[in-house]
């Protein structure tokens, strides 16, 4: 595997590109499929982290939901300038929506519950980025090492954790093809870049780690057969 480019303060995500062709949600609208409220969530904590998994936050049924709307809106492609010139290497196609109803119904499907006693710089937790943001990975994509900035909301919000929730991965049905999805775990390293954790995608799970400043520098590594889909907000803190 390669080294990661330049030091963490070099993979940042760029945010002028992160910004580029987002699209408005206009409210829920009715073209996102409903998110029940789950009971009983197992939450995941990796010792000695800030780094948590939630299986099963979208049902099977929830998350195809999402990848069949995503797909009819339709994908665009995300790259990036590469390490040579301080960002990290990126290759995916993605679509950004703002639809604070969305957000709200995703953060009331259990991930309030899960920061009811977790608070940041003593900011409590109220909500998820009304910026919601599609990730699609085809075979032989992938998104090189990183750390995720903080977001200022303003009226004193930011946000402090990355959420992604994976569409696809173990558990999903085959495509067409017979192939099941190969590749795509997310990998945090610490400060030597050892590795802390390697995540692979399981379908409707939740993965949840601390941004901004104290962010674990991570990558997506590159899918080897069918394609990967993730949804992505962050954690509001106010």
Not at 16 to 27: E, F, I, L, Q, V
Not at 114 to 120: E, L, P, Q, S
Not at 154 to 170: F, N, P, Q, R, V
Not at 212 to 234: F, T
Request: hydrophobic letters at 35%; one cysteine or more.
């Amino acid at each position: 595997m390669e080294p990661a480019a330049g030091g963490a303060g070099h993979q940042r995500q760029n945010k002028a590109s992160a910004g580029k062709k987002a699209k408005k949600g206009g409210g829920s609208s009715g073209r996102w499929p409903a998110v029940k409220p789950k009971k009983d969530l197992q939450i995941n904590r990796l010792k000695g982290t800030h780094l948590l998994t939630i299986p099963d936050l979208f049902t099977s049924t929830e998350a195809k939901a999402f990848i069949d709307v995503a797909e009819s809106m339709g994908f665009t492609h995300q790259g990036s300038l590469g390490p040579l010139k301080g960002e990290a290497y990126r290759d995916n196609d993605r679509i950004s929506v703002t639809d604070p109803l969305l957000a709200q119904a995703i953060w009331e499907s259990g991930i309030n519950r899960i920061f009811t006693d977790i608070n940041v710089s003593g900011k409590v937790a109220t909500g998820l980025n009304p910026n919601i943001r599609f990730y699609r990975y085809t075979e032989g994509q992938r998104f090189g090492r990183h750390i995720d900035e903080s977001v200022n909301l303003g009226d004193g919000s930011k946000t402090y954790y990355t959420l992604l929730i994976y569409l696809s991965g173990k558990g999903s049905s085959k495509d067409s093809s017979g192939q099941a999805l190969v590749g795509g775990e997310t990998v945090f390293y610490d400060q030597r870049a050892g590795v802390v954790a390697e995540v692979a995608p399981v379908q409707g799970m939740a993965l949840l780690h601390l941004h901004g400043a104290k962010c674990m520098l991570h990558e997506a590594r590159v899918v080897k057969k069918n394609a990967k889909y993730v949804l992505r907000s962050d954690v509001v803190f106010s």
